[in-house]
């Protein structure tokens, strides 16, 4: 065994061959809170990989007439002034692998978990231009959110980009993570980016990813609120490599970037401390590229390209419910609809806490399936009328029968959009409830008891009528044969109360 | 609008070009003067510096340093003296020898920003790299 082992490394020494090539190096001149300025480096190129004498990595963000400017990843502690830099001639990028699903990583693609190191030989730029318009094909396919308020009325579809946005504490990240469970067998590959949030609250949403068994289908990145700035402003760009690189081999991904509020506010200040000039709100100039650049690059290719797609879901965090500063009108603009979470609705008991009016969905009806898009329809409407009438909802008695039953029905559409978390819902049975409650078939039933009546109506569905749900599941539609085994299913359940 | 110290080094070498030791003197004195009135006595130094440079640079000299184990001899330093004439394609070289023993063998070239890295140590790091 020893001689082997001898012969291996001498093996390995013989082949081994020193070249010297030509590298280009700089000095530090000033250091400061995760930015370098360095000295020489006159051939560095924007967002190079730049290495100092301890091992530690920056990258090029600034690029001046006799000095760079660069971003320090990780402990920026051990580096002075008048320590050495050499570049690269690497753009930055991170190592990409099938091993990282159901692993929590850092924006460098290394695990922080506990758990082995992560190892690959493949490696994807952080920054890349999207897709064009060649490559592209429109939203044609459903994300199933498993909210029924979500997937009947603001539908997300593959490649789609829907914002999330509203005040703390409102329930963002829990639409997001309620998602995420429900693609489970859903042939989706889920990545959560953390950017700077409390390293308490990811590893509650990991350990609620892993009891729903979530995880096998979900990467976590994370950059938490300790780590530096520059962590948090890769993070999602990190987030967007690892997704394209499943995208390129046409697997569909989700990617929830959580939230784009403290990315911002992490880019504004490593711009600020770059000496760039501050523009509103002291953001730079280049805040809303920053922005739409990240979030072009979800999309969903043509069969000719691969087929695959980037869905992307990127939380915006409101102050007091003004969806009109600076960030959020940016993002908005960006992206293809909104989700709109109002803390009013949430404390009124509705959760999830969705603003139907001012949510929108620009592609998703696209990407809705025939019997959705039949039903929702309808939801849709009764739930506009009551919105209107519901002012008027308090003079009960002085109302004529056609207003008052519109009231009733409304009150029962609020009822049933109602969901808990953690628990997405299968779009057959989203269909069949939706179905049954604008038919009428809830009429007669009070409201505090509709929680109830559903729940013992998909179990019903469930255990005794399984047929109806796995026809609308494989038909994806409602034809007259399926509505009409709806309808005795129905009334079969509502003789058994 | 502000003026940088590489404008003003570059003036300073316009105004010194092809004059004699005398002229130059007064240009100098007045050069500081004009520096005294812009405020800008306080970055005399790095426009020395920036001067040296660029003065460098149109006269084809180069500063050049080699860092070695031990001193090196003179028919050592010719040699590399030469390997830069060469290479840069300047007139006149300014080499200066470093003794650093941690580098064990081998020398390292340092012209500004570029380096040359033929150390032991180096190499040494290189096949680390490769082993693990």
Redesign the interface.
């Known amino acids: 065994m020893k001689n082997y082992i001898v012969e291996q490394l001498k093996k390995?020494?013989e082949g081994?061959q020193?070249e010297?090539?030509?590298?280009?190096?700089?000095k530090v001149l000033e250091i400061g809170d995760g930015v370098a300025r360095i000295?020489?480096?006159?051939d560095a190129m924007a967002s190079e990989m730049l290495e100092f004498s301890d091992g530690t990595v920056a990258v090029a963000l600034n690029l001046e007439?006799?000095q760079v400017g660069a971003m320090i990843l990780g402990d920026f502690k051990g580096i002075k002034e008048g320590d050495e830099v050499k570049s690269t001639g690497k753009i930055l990028s991170i190592p990409v692998t099938e091993k990282m699903i159901g692993r929590v990583i850092n924006p460098l693609g290394q695990a922080i978990d506990g758990k082995e190191e992560i190892k690959s030989d493949k490696f994807y730029p952080i920054e890349k231009i999207a897709p064009g318009v060649i490559e592209r094909k429109s939203v044609h396919q459903p994300v199933q959110t498993g909210i029924k308020a979500i997937d009947a009325m603001i539908p997300v579809g593959r490649g789609q980009r829907e914002l999330i946005i509203g005040d703390r504490q409102t329930g963002k990240t829990a639409i997001a993570i309620d998602t995420i469970i429900n693609q489970k067998g859903q042939d989706m590959i889920c990545i959560y980016v953390a950017i700077g949030q409390k390293e308490s609250k990811i590893s509650r949403i990991v350990a609620e990813l892993e009891k729903n068994g979530a995880m096998d289908h979900t990467i976590v990145i994370v950059a938490g609120a300790s780590d530096s700035a520059a962590f948090s402003f890769i993070s999602p760009y990190s987030g967007a490599a690892i997704g394209e690189y499943f995208m390129d081999q046409g697997k569909d991904v989700l990617i929830v970037y959580d939230d784009l509020s403290k990315h911002a506010w992490a880019y504004r200040q490593i711009s600020l401390i770059l000496k760039r000039p501050p523009g509103r709100e002291a953001y730079p100039g280049d805040i809303f590229y920053l922005h739409s650049r990240l979030l072009e690059r979800s999309a969903k290719l043509d069969e000719k390209f691969g087929g695959g797609s980037i869905t992307a879901l990127p939380i915006i965090e409101t102050q007091a419910g003004d969806v009109s500063a600076y960030i959020p009108t940016n993002v908005i603009s960006i992206t293809d609809g909104q989700i709109y979470l109002e803390a009013d609705l949430f404390y009124k008991g509705i959760r999830p806490a969705l603003n139907v009016g001012l949510s929108v969905s620009r592609v998703g009806s696209a990407a809705q399936i025939k019997a959705m898009k039949k039903v929702a329809g309808k939801l849709r409407l009764d739930l506009a009328q009551f919105r209107e009438l519901e002012a008027f909802a308090q003079f009960g008695s002085d109302l004529d029968e056609k207003t008052r039953a519109q009231i009733e029905r409304g009150k029962r559409t609020v009822e049933i959009l109602k969901q808990d978390q953690y628990a997405p819902m299968l779009v057959e049975n989203q269909v069949s409830i939706i179905y049954a409650l604008i038919n009428g078939f809830l009429d007669d039933v009070a409201v505090e008891k509709i929680s109830q009546w559903e729940a013992d109506f998909h179990k019903f569905m469930k255990s005794s009528k399984k047929e109806v749900l796995e026809k609308i599941a494989t038909q994806k539609e409602l034809n007259d044969e399926i509505v009409a085994d709806l309808n005795k299913a129905i009334e079969e359940y509502k003789n058994t109360i | 609008m502000k003026i940088s110290t590489?404008q003003y080094a570059e003036v300073l070498y316009d105004l010194t070009l092809g004059k004699s030791e005398a002229e130059v003197n007064i240009v100098v004195e007045k050069f500081i003067k004009e520096l005294v009135n812009g405020n800008q006595i306080k970055s005399a130094s790095k426009i020395i510096e920036k001067f040296e440079k660029i003065y460098n640079k149109n006269n084809g000299i180069i500063e050049a340093s080699v860092t070695s184990a031990e001193k090196l001899d003179k028919s050592q330093m010719e040699k590399i003296e030469k390997y830069l004439l060469d290479k840069y394609k300047a007139k006149q070289v300014v080499l200066n020898n470093e003794v650093k023993p941690e580098i064990k063998g081998g020398i390292i070239l340092?012209v500004?920003?570029?380096?040359?890295?033929?150390s032991i140590l180096?190499?040494l790091r290189?096949?680390k790299s490769?082993?693990i």
Do not use: A, H, M, V
């Open positions: 390995q020494i081994f020193t010297t090539k030509l590298e280009k190096i700089g000295s020489g480096l006159s007439e006799d | 590489k340092r500004e920003d570029e380096i040359l890295d033929g180096n190499q290189s096949l490769k082993l």
